[in-house]
């Protein structure tokens, strides 16, 4: 990959609203110049050529057969994002995508795949990786202070209409699905940042509120990483409270709490000895918190977008960076997609009649059951199920210990599933 020691001249594809804010954040960006900028409507080519010095162009060939032209920035629709990078890429271009990188696995794999037989950069759009809570977090994990992350849970809501800013931000077509693709795909990365890559992940999704088919407007995620930890998503289009997301970090001495807005970092250090809480800091940024509310959040998004290029061109120069690079957005969308796989879930066992179902070892009731250690369970189960199962009776009696069915559900979903099923197979042969 070529590195650089000048200024490195960027081209931007698309001047739609996020476009426009690419554009005055790469005018900002130390160490960077706008050579040209590329789009086909008419009207918002204009407003490119009459607010920025670059010259503007409908045709992306022109832009892309330009030798000073060394990135671009893609700021398009997400379903023309593999072909706008793949372009790029082949001519020689490093790109910085914009999120989603693309809406559905198989062009984003293909990304991937062509920059590393390309030999330049991918980058992903994910600009909440440079906000200050963040950034501060990240700080606080590399000095130790938090331990071994044990969990991370995040959270990405807005109340839909308004905040639908493109009609086609709930077309599954164009972007690959609905809340989780939109804005939960920001939260997506997040907890990728913190939790590192996940062996397993499932998801369920709904579409009940503002029923677009195919365009979830509730989505969630649960994950596994190959080490045990486990990281929880959920995307809304329904926060009738507004605007915000959040990331929970959980670790072995502390955890972290980062939300916006407003922009706030609360930092929880665990209990010593018999205290029931640990101390507790909250970091508020208030030089931030200041501009944000004098400028508007448009310039908070600019701040974390110049932050994002500084970090993009780190990487071409050889250096350190944490932005997402391409690897990071196919697995974001992996993520994210979890929930669109149809997946069986076994439905609840259903009795006619009266009937308790009962654990026959005379080990717990409703009060202590969920203490109970499921593989003596087990153990006294299948060393003896003739005798247990005849201690069974249809009053839900078992050594004087009632078992409620709604104790049932919660231990076959939390415990052991192979035994259960084992119980509910024989009472019904």
Avoid at 9 to 21: E, K, S
Avoid at 171 to 182: H, K, Q, R, T, Y
Wanted: proline residues 5%; glycine residues 8%.
């Amino acid at each position: 990959m070529t590195t650089f020691g000048r200024r490195i001249t960027f081209g931007l594809i698309g001047y739609g609203a996020i476009g426009a804010l690419r554009a005055q954040a790469l005018e900002h960006t130390p160490g960077v110049r706008l050579g040209m900028i590329a789009e086909p409507v008419d009207e918002r080519r204009a407003a490119a050529a009459a607010k920025h010095r670059a010259p503007t162009t409908r045709a992306l060939d022109e832009m892309l057969a330009d030798p000073q032209i060394d990135a671009v920035v893609v700021s398009t629709p997400p379903n023309l994002h593999h072909a706008h990078c793949v372009a790029a890429l082949r001519a020689g271009k490093h790109v910085l995508c914009e999120k989603p990188l693309a809406p559905t696995l198989e062009q984003a794999r293909d990304m991937v795949a062509v920059a590393q037989a390309c030999g330049k950069a991918l980058a992903t759009g994910f600009n909440y990786r440079f906000y200050p809570g963040v950034m501060r977090a990240r700080e606080l994990i590399a000095q130790g202070q938090l331990g071994e992350i044990v969990y991370v849970k995040s959270y990405a809501g807005h109340p839909g209409g308004p905040e639908f800013t493109h009609a086609w931000v709930h077309n599954p077509e164009i972007v690959g699905g609905g809340a989780l693709m939109d804005n939960g795909i920001h939260v997506a990365d997040l907890t990728l940042h913190f939790l590192g890559t996940f062996a397993a992940s499932c998801g369920l999704r709904s579409e009940s509120v503002w029923q677009f088919a195919g365009s979830e407007d509730n989505g969630f995620v649960l994950a596994r990483s190959e080490d045990g930890r486990i990281g929880m998503l959920h995307a809304s289009w329904s926060a009738w409270r507004g605007y915000q997301w959040r990331v929970e970090v959980c670790a072995t001495k502390g955890a972290l709490e980062i939300s916006y807005p407003p922009m706030l970092l609360l930092h929880y250090e665990r209990p010593d000895g018999a205290a029931k809480h640990g101390r507790r800091r909250l970091h508020t940024f208030p030089v931030f918190q200041i501009q944000e509310r004098l400028r508007s959040y448009r310039w908070t998004v600019v701040q974390s977008l110049i932050a994002e290029q500084v970090d993009f061109v780190a990487r071409l120069q050889g250096k350190t960076f944490v932005g997402a690079t391409g690897a990071d957005g196919l697995h974001a969308v992996e993520l994210a997609q979890s929930a669109y796989r149809d997946v069986t879930v076994a439905a609840p066992v259903s009795h006619t009649g009266h009937f308790e179902m009962v654990i026959p070892f005379g080990m717990c009731n409703h009060r202590n059951f969920s203490n109970a250690n499921p593989s003596i369970l087990r153990d006294r189960f299948y060393a003896n199920p003739a005798e247990s199962l005849n201690s069974l009776n249809t009053s839900g009696q078992a050594f004087g210990t009632r078992f409620y069915a709604k104790c049932f559900r919660f231990y076959w979903i939390r415990e052991d599933c192979v035994l259960v099923n084992h119980i509910v197979d024989t009472l019904r042969s």
